[in-house]
């Protein structure tokens, strides 16, 4: 599995690594192998860049599945696997993040996604802005909406 990251700066993208190590860890799974994301000027410069990574990802890893850091970078990757001809998920499986709906079934097919709670997010943020006393972390659960990007491996095709 190869996963696209965020800036390395974002609380985000530094939870979301540590989250990705200990699943794999309590899973005895491989390792993944995490890429650093891009972000361009323009939204050409944007698709150009992870076009670039998913290149050289392709090359280098033969990733059987790959995570973006959110929806927009999936379908962004769902698109530069299209363009090789590669079918998804038939041949790589792609997930994104934020499960946004103007997102998730404008791509072809139709992306898993995991839903970000923000209603529950923003309401515990509203109550500890009115709250003195900070009381730790908080955890809201974030659930994946399976759609048909994803397949699983012993499902796939044989090779590119």
Known sequence: MVVFEL????????????????AVRDHDAPEPIFIQ????????????????LVGAALLKHKPTAIVAGNDKMAARIIQCLHKRQIAVPNQISVLGFDDHPMLVHATDPPLTSVRLPYLQMGMRAAELACDPTPTGKHKERCDVQLRASVAAVAARGSGR
């Open 7 to 22: 800036f390395a700066d974002m609380r985000a993208t530094q939870l979301r690594h540590r989250g990705y190590l200990k």
């Open 37 to 52: 994301g891009s972000q361009g000027a323009s939204a050409e410069d944007d698709f150009a860049a992870i076009d670039a």
